[in-house]
């Protein structure tokens, strides 16, 4: 929709479609970025509906709204839905937005192939929303679709697989796009070691995504053949096993864990330095803890199967692995740190998130080192803790890491300033209710509450009250951020091109909005 | 409840960081007491990793706030531009790993002590079934118990229909009663898909994985009532299939296994006998209440398309043999399990004729247990 604006000035050198048929044959990275974004948010209201109807039948015990078989279906759909439609594509529209604007790149490099693995996207939505309206509903296993329960579902299953199927394909064209553009694209004198830093952040992400994407491929797959064609790899009456399966999926789930983080940590190391009017304190040591990250997360996936029964050496060595990527994200966490220290800092919204994101984050690092200690990790497995843990790496990390990145690009975006006030208030209501929703998730889990069930026993009442209620003011006060961006598009104070005080690079040489064609003569970085 | 308040403290602190007056909630915001030494280990893990946690969060984020607080343009700061320090990067590379190992040297010695199942005074086979438990005792005293735990909580009360009591959803028909102060070694599997057997009380939690078995172990060393329920997604009911531990002394145990060997003598069916239809129907009900409720419906219409009606189907009243079958040996890739190594003959017979009579299904025809032994045997 921002795209009314530069619409005025492509006009004048260019004949596009007009209309619908623009966006469907686009192969410009700003609009297909918009694209992205604009899909994720649907996504994000989507999941969210399904989170909200799931707390709503926790707010007390006993059955209320859901039947049980709804409830898991509405569990695993909130899953699949917010992970592969709300949190991944939300990237990738950053990544298309801000890529080439930071590089000094006219456009991205295979700008058809953009167009493509966007549009790939709605059918497998449609796949994904539409198991819903079939009969026996949406697959209802999990997200991780664990064998051999997710071999008994429906229809709805298949309709899933295809769906990640698709997405994976859609995934691995982003990320070879991106490579390519980041590695061939950037403007003379930008070396890599002098790239932002999201950029790099994403280079290492798509390296992530092509290594795994294939291998959930492959899982999903071989629980079709399952289904239909009269394999058994997860049946051991005929020499299968139920926990390949888990192998390979947490081989493709724990990277897919950093693929929605690593981006995360480019957008708030942009941010941090802009509002503190401080250099990054330790660029190199950035991107060195970047990259450990990403190679430690190809060796530690069993810590996802501390209770499957795997021998106690693999225990350990898991155990070990893990506990070992405290150390980079701890060097994370430090220069951010450090970076704030004896700064300048000034507290526009961007920076609220971006500082919001700093403190809940490190939260679910310090209960992810506890789920890392494995005879901890068996006792709260399977229980609330865990839900606590990934919803703070998830929601306070990722979600509002894109928050701080979309409030410190929106005006670029959209040629607008967005409103401050209604910003402040969406960060402190989601930053109050996020934590009034999952902090008492702790104290379930170590009680024993197992996660994944429509009903509980009577000791835990009062913590999920106080969680629903947490939930329901989280859920409707992400409909400010609706309204920020729709009022940031149809008008307010106009934006520069620099618009922090403190903002350094290539994308605030630029006006804002950013027009339709930037950077057709490569900048020279000195 | 343990009342330890040093052990309390960091839990404490960290509620009322949270903002929310808990105060009554204090015997809910920590890991359930320990009543064996692993468990007691974990808990005690946990609060020492709370407390470094703790310490490092205050370092950090005094940092961060003081930055905040002090270092801010409206206060007059002017920014400083150093960056880079290897010093400083190589001190906070070096602190944190050491932290980690003061943590892995617990961790491991208490995971090689959960995970050493040797020596047990008694075993037992735990079962998983959608959705219920299985238990046999397969080793030391009581050998050759065996019974299915079902969730005792009444509908009514899930459905908000009758006041819930104090054990909602934590409670079962048949317990699984071990002694105490003897080293229990429990073997999970599962007959469908994957569940998990875990007792908080006694850290312990192990998946039951489909034709694999795996061990774990506890030794209660308080008795008592100690719940747990299922902690792997597996289906429908995944939330009513609780787990219900009675530890006793042993003089009580074996009371207990006397009274059961009892009982299973007494209760032992007859495949070769041949049963009235009123005989067969009256034990079908009881056998359809425990098993096929959860998905067919008392009233039999199911819930389509997922669980089909027994009321008027085609099965049911078609030819017996095919329905037989289908209890026998389930419907591979469906929600029907195979009842064939669940349910004898005698049960597997009552319950066939009891949905063929039940309901608007009047067919009036028996099932002899002796003609499903015959698909059970040629099913082999």
């Not at chain 1, 950035?286 to 530690?300: C, D, G, N, R």
């Not at chain 1, 679910?364 to 068996?378: E, Y």
């Not at chain 1, 989280?474 to 903002?503: C, N, T």
């Amino acid at each position: 929709m921002e795209a009314t604006h530069v619409h005025g000035a492509e006009h004048a050198h260019e004949h596009h479609p007009s209309g619908i048929m623009r966006w469907i044959t686009t192969t410009n990275h700003k609009d297909i970025g918009t694209l992205y974004l604009w899909f994720s948010l649907i996504m994000f209201f989507t999941g969210g509906v399904m989170a909200l109807v799931i707390r709503a039948e926790l707010f007390q015990p006993g059955l209320q709204v859901t039947e049980p078989e709804f409830y898991n279906q509405l569990v695993t759909m909130h899953g699949l839905v917010m992970v592969f439609g709300a949190i991944m594509p939300a990237f990738v529209g950053f990544a298309n937005w801000q890529i080439p604007l930071m590089i000094g790149a006219p456009d991205m490099a295979f700008a058809r192939m953009n167009n493509w693995s966007f549009w790939l996207l709605p059918p497998a939505a449609l796949l994904l929303i539409g198991s819903f309206f079939v009969p026996g509903g949406a697959t209802a296993a999990g997200w991780t679709l664990y064998a051999p329960l997710s071999v008994q579902m429906g229809v709805g299953m298949d309709m899933a697989i295809f769906a990640v199927h698709i997405m994976g394909i859609s995934s691995i064209m982003g990320a070879i796009n991106i490579i390519t553009t980041v590695l061939n694209m950037r403007a003379p004198g930008m070396t890599l070691m002098k790239m932002p830093l999201f950029c790099w952040t994403w280079l290492i992400t798509a390296y992530l995504l092509i290594a795994v994407m294939p291998v959930l491929a492959g899982a999903v797959t071989m629980i079709l053949t399952d289904r239909h064609f009269g394999t058994h790899f997860f049946n051991a009456a005929y020499g299968g096993d139920p926990i390949i399966y888990q192998h390979v999926f947490w081989f493709f789930g724990h990277p897919e864990v950093y693929i929605m983080i690593l981006p995360a940590f480019g957008i708030v190391s942009q941010v941090i330095p802009t509002f503190a009017r401080k250099p990054l304190f330790g660029y190199a040591s950035m991107v060195y803890a970047t990259a450990s990250i990403a190679i430690l997360s190809f060796i530690v996936w069993a810590h996802h199967m501390f209770v499957t029964g795997m021998p106690v050496a693999g225990q350990l060595y898991f155990m070990y692995a893990t506990m070992l990527i405290a150390v980079p994200t701890g060097v994370k966490v430090f220069n951010w740190v450090a970076t704030m220290f004896k700064g300048s800092m000034t507290f526009e919204t961007p920076m609220l998130w971006a500082t919001g994101f700093i403190f809940v984050f490190t939260m679910g690092g310090f209960t992810g080192l506890m789920l890392a200690i494995a005879p901890l990790d068996i006792q709260l497995q399977e229980t609330y803790y865990v839900v606590a843990h990934f919803h703070y790496v998830l929601v306070a990390g990722s979600l509002f890491a894109l928050f701080a990145g979309t409030y410190y690009w929106l005006p670029k975006w959209t040629g607008h300033m967005y409103d401050e006030k209604l910003g402040k208030w969406h960060f402190w209501l989601s930053m109050i209710s996020f934590n009034v929703a999952f902090f008492p998730q702790h104290f379930l889990g170590l009680a024993g509450m197992p996660r994944r069930m429509p009903d509980y026993a009577l000791q835990f009442a009062n913590f999920n009250e106080v969680s629903t209620i947490g939930a329901m003011v989280f859920g409707f006060s992400q409909l400010i951020l609706l309204w920020v961006v729709l009022k940031a598009i149809r008008g307010g104070e106009k934006a520069p091109a620099k618009v922090w005080e403190g903002a350094e690079g290539l994308e605030w040489t630029v006006p804002s909005p950013a027009p339709h064609h930037t950077f057709e003569e490569p900048p020279v970085v000195k | 409840m343990r009342q330890d308040y040093k052990t309390r403290l960091p839990a404490i602190a960290l509620m009322l960081w949270s903002g929310l007056s808990v105060a009554q909630e204090a015997s809910r915001i920590n890991l359930q007491p320990p009543v064996t030494k692993v468990a007691e280990r974990v808990y005690d893990l946990h609060t020492l990793m709370l407390y470094i946690c703790l310490g490092i969060f205050v370092v950090v984020f005094g940092v961060m706030f003081y930055s905040i607080y002090a270092h801010r343009k409206s206060r007059g700061a002017v920014a400083a531009q150093f960056h880079e320090n290897t010093n400083v990067e190589i001190l906070w590379t070096v602190i944190p790993l050491l932290i980690l190992l003061g943590m892995a040297w617990p961790a491991t010695s208490t995971l090689l002590e959960a995970r050493d199942t040797s020596a047990p005074d008694l075993t037992i086979k735990v079962t998983g079934y959608q959705w219920k438990w299985g238990y046999d005792y397969i080793k030391g005293e009581g050998e050759g118990i065996r019974f299915v735990s079902n969730l005792a909580t009444p509908q009514e009360q899930i459905r908000n229909q009758a006041p819930k009591g104090p054990n909602y959803l934590l409670e079962v028909d048949n317990p699984l009663v071990v002694p105490v102060g003897k080293k229990v070694r429990i073997l999970t599997t599962a007959n469908d898909v994957i569940h998990a057997w875990a007792v908080p009380a006694f850290g312990v939690k192990q998946d039951a994985i489909p034709g694999f078995i795996r061990d774990t172990w506890f030794r209660a060393e308080k008795e008592g009532i100690y719940r747990g329920q299922c902690s792997e997604l597996c289906g429908k009911d995944h939330g009513f299939m609780p787990i219900e531990v009675h530890v006793v002394s042993p003089e009580k145990y074996s009371a207990w296994v006397e009274e059961q060997k009892k009982k299973m003598a007494a209760a032992a069916d007859d495949p070769g006998k041949s049963y009235t239809l009123e005989e067969l129907t009256a034990r079908g009900e009881k056998v359809y209440a425990a098993n096929c409720v959860a998905c067919h419906q008392a009233n039999g219409k199911g819930a389509p398309p997922a669980f089909p009606p027994l009321d008027g189907s085609q099965v049911v009243l078609g030819p017996k043999e095919a329905q037989i079958q289908t209890v026998v040996q389930g419907r591979p890739g469906t929600a029907m399990p195979a009842f064939g190594k669940q349910l004898n003959a005698v049960e597997i017979a009552a319950v066939i004729t009891y949905t063929r009579n039940a309901w608007s299904n009047r067919t009036g025809q028996a099932i002899q247990p002796a003609e499903v032994a015959g698909v059970k045997t040629a099913g082999k």
